[in-house]
């Protein structure tokens, strides 16, 4: 996987950094709180309407707006101030917990007010992926920065982790969504302070003069670059078609016959995974052969996800969500720390919001895609499907993407120019 192991200072010498630690805590915040959220917006859309469309169309909700204000949130990241950014977009997330939670207790929420605030968790979101993934480099120094890619992934797989089992287990001891939406709320308002405090390094002047080449130039630079494009569009159809997560609570309830704190296991499980593999990458790093082993990753992760499409038992489904997972983990690194190192400054938000379009999509439309399939083919042929194509995407990716299948390193290209 990688070269000897990093001594310990220099793995986590990324939180030598007081800013990076104040981004890796509001972070985890802020994830930990929408995971909460989506746990219990699905256990409730579900109970409400006991359709698997309704799952897939609450993914649609929080992708149509990432996909038509990608230009603009790419752009913005580029000439406003990202931390600024962050702050308002984690207030904004805060927010629509808080309308969940009055509309909860008020007894006025309905699926059409819960798709409303989905629209706008999307909208929020939109603007908060490119800065977040821009602001990184200027926490730390450039030369520190794989050992920061490893960490950011990390936290966000433990935020992952503990999110959705924190979500299922209040959901269950209320014995209702009102406390996981006030827990979300709170919990984004603590990451709104602790981005407030944090400051970023200067890097010179990101203005540039208006024009649309200007705002095109993330998709023209991904284009450009066939590792990288490779990268994120083999994430993009894996996860299309083999992501299951939106399917859980049906898995939850009808298949598995579990409730709320089922569910929270289940959406932990590729969790667990996923901060396991990251651990491992912040101290052993890739160094050789990364378009080999992403490959097999993704096909891993479409055998796991057939796996778990025919489980009947909880403990073997939560082991096929995390070895999942993991798989996805090497995926996500690989294409992260290729993107931050080939991507000028300057084009680091509009590069980042061309790559949450890739994910969006992968995540956000793949939950409409298989509540679709779902309703089409029933919830285990969706499954089985999805990992099937996971890995036909996988086979047909490796030839037609020869500078991938051969990539050895992560390094700059040549001209950026």
Same mark, same amino acid.
């Given at each position: 996987?990688?070269?000897?192991?990093?001594?310990?200072?220099?793995?986590?010498?990324?939180?030598?950094?007081?800013?990076?630690?104040?981004?890796?805590?509001?972070?985890?915040?802020?994830?930990?709180?929408?995971?909460?959220?989506?746990? @219990?917006?699905?256990?409730?859309?579900?109970?409400?309407?006991?359709?698997?469309?309704?799952?897939?169309?609450?993914?649609?909700?929080?992708?149509?707006?990432?996909?038509?204000?990608?230009?603009?949130?790419?752009?913005?990241?580029?000439?406003?101030?990202?931390?600024?950014?962050?702050?308002?977009?984690?207030?904004?997330?805060?927010?629509?917990?808080?309308?969940?939670?009055?509309?909860?207790?008020?007894?006025?929420?309905?699926?059409?007010?819960?798709?409303?605030?989905?629209?706008?968790?999307?909208?929020?979101?939109?603007?908060?992926?490119?800065?977040?993934?821009?602001?990184?480099?200027?926490?730390?120094?450039?030369?520190?920065?794989?050992?920061?890619?490893?960490?950011?992934?990390?936290?966000?797989?433990?935020?992952?982790?503990?999110?959705?089992?924190?979500?299922?287990?209040?959901?269950?001891? @209320?014995?209702?969504?009102?406390?996981?939406?006030?827990?979300?709320?709170?919990?984004?308002?603590?990451?709104?302070?602790?981005?407030?405090?944090?400051?970023?390094?200067?890097?010179?002047?990101?203005?540039?003069?208006?024009?649309?080449?200007?705002?095109?130039?993330?998709?023209?630079?991904?284009?450009?670059?066939?590792?990288?494009?490779?990268?994120?569009?083999?994430?993009?159809?894996?996860?299309?078609?083999?992501?299951?997560?939106?399917?859980?609570?049906?898995?939850?309830?009808?298949?598995?016959?579990?409730?709320?704190?089922?569910?929270?296991?289940?959406?932990?499980?590729?969790?667990?995974?996923?901060?396991?593999?990251?651990?491992?990458?912040?101290?052993?790093?890739?160094?050789?052969?990364?378009?080999?082993?992403?490959?097999?990753?993704?096909?891993?992760?479409?055998?796991?996800?057939?796996?778990?499409?025919?489980?009947?038992?909880?403990?073997?489904?939560?082991?096929?969500?995390?070895?999942?997972?993991?798989?996805?983990?090497?995926?996500?690194?690989?294409?992260?720390?290729?993107?931050?190192?080939?991507?000028?400054?300057?084009?680091?938000?509009?590069?980042?919001?061309?790559?949450?379009?890739?994910?969006?999509?992968?995540?956000?439309?793949?939950?409409?895609?298989?509540?679709?399939?779902?309703?089409?083919?029933?919830?285990?042929?969706?499954?089985?499907?999805?990992?099937?194509?996971?890995?036909?995407?996988?086979?047909?990716?490796?030839?037609?993407?020869?500078?991938?299948?051969?990539?050895?390193?992560?390094?700059?290209?040549?001209?950026?120019?």
């Amino acid at each position: 996987m990688g070269q000897p192991w990093s001594t310990k200072a220099e793995a986590q010498i990324a939180f030598t950094y007081p800013d990076f630690v104040l981004y890796q805590a509001a972070r985890l915040f802020v994830v930990v709180s929408t995971e909460m959220q989506s746990v @219990a917006v699905g256990w409730q859309l579900y109970e409400m309407t006991r359709k698997p469309l309704a799952l897939g169309l609450a993914g649609l909700a929080q992708f149509l707006p990432g996909m038509i204000l990608f230009l603009v949130s790419g752009h913005a990241a580029d000439r406003i101030d990202r931390r600024k950014i962050l702050f308002v977009c984690y207030a904004g997330f805060g927010l629509c917990s808080g309308f969940l939670f009055f509309a909860n207790v008020s007894h006025r929420a309905s699926v059409f007010a819960i798709y409303i605030v989905l629209v706008l968790v999307g909208v929020v979101r939109s603007f908060s992926g490119p800065a977040s993934r821009a602001i990184v480099p200027h926490l730390v120094p450039e030369e520190h920065f794989p050992s920061a890619v490893a960490w950011v992934a990390m936290v966000y797989q433990a935020a992952t982790l503990l999110g959705p089992a924190l979500g299922g287990l209040v959901y269950a001891v @209320a014995q209702g969504p009102s406390a996981v939406y006030a827990t979300a709320m709170i919990s984004a308002a603590v990451a709104s302070v602790m981005t407030a405090r944090m400051s970023t390094r200067a890097t010179g002047d990101r203005r540039e003069e208006f024009s649309s080449k200007m705002v095109l130039a993330g998709l023209h630079f991904i284009f450009r670059q066939k590792v990288v494009l490779g990268s994120v569009s083999l994430d993009l159809f894996a996860v299309l078609f083999g992501g299951a997560v939106a399917l859980l609570p049906v898995y939850a309830r009808d298949i598995l016959h579990t409730g709320p704190w089922g569910l929270g296991l289940l959406r932990s499980s590729p969790g667990i995974g996923a901060l396991v593999m990251a651990l491992l990458l912040a101290y052993r790093p890739l160094r050789r052969r990364v378009g080999v082993t992403l490959l097999w990753c993704v096909a891993g992760f479409g055998v796991f996800t057939i796996l778990f499409g025919v489980s009947r038992s909880l403990w073997l489904s939560m082991l096929a969500l995390l070895l999942a997972g993991a798989c996805d983990m090497v995926s996500v690194i690989i294409r992260n720390t290729l993107i931050q190192v080939t991507t000028p400054d300057t084009m680091r938000g509009r590069v980042n919001a061309v790559e949450m379009i890739f994910i969006g999509a992968s995540n956000e439309f793949g939950e409409f895609e298989s509540g679709v399939t779902a309703q089409w083919f029933g919830i285990v042929p969706a499954v089985v499907l999805g990992g099937i194509g996971a890995l036909t995407v996988t086979i047909l990716w490796a030839w037609t993407f020869p500078d991938l299948r051969n990539a050895d390193r992560i390094a700059k290209p040549p001209d950026l120019a």
